[in-house]
């Protein structure tokens, strides 16, 4: 059965600091790339981090880079996102995705976890 289960959002001030967590199971995790996305309300899901299957290259969107930081644990099955100097339009909810590496394989997606922005 395959899982990858967030956690690690909550409430935080403009300027402060969350690290994300996006456990993985039921599949072979160094085999995929993995994405972070984020959702805001009445916004579509958009593309925040990606990291390669072994974890070599890395790539953020223009509104996070500088600020947010992708690594994985391939013994641990587990990503990453830290998330530094945080802005209330960070709030979202965000999830996580395993890319399949191969065309008959599936995508996988996390449930999601709030992240909110705020004084």
């Known amino acids: 059965q395959v899982q990858l289960v967030e956690s690690g959002g909550g409430l935080v001030q403009p300027g402060g600091s969350l690290r994300l967590s996006c456990s993985a199971s039921?599949?072979?995790?160094?085999?995929?790339?993995m994405h972070w996305y984020r959702q805001a309300p009445g916004k579509e899901r958009e593309l925040v981090a990606a990291?390669?299957?072994?974890?070599?290259?890395?790539n953020y969107a223009d509104s996070v880079k500088g600020r947010f930081t992708i690594s994985r644990d391939n013994a641990k099955n587990t990503v990453f996102l830290q998330m530094n100097s945080l802005k209330p339009e960070d709030t979202a909810v965000y999830y996580c995705?395993?890319?399949?590496?191969?065309?008959?394989?599936?995508?996988?997606w996390g449930q999601g976890t709030q992240v909110t922005v705020s004084a």
């Open positions: 995705k395993a890319v399949k590496p191969s065309w008959f394989l599936k995508d996988y």
């Open positions: 039921g599949f072979t995790f160094s085999s995929y790339a």
């Open positions: 990291i390669t299957s072994a974890g070599g290259s890395t």
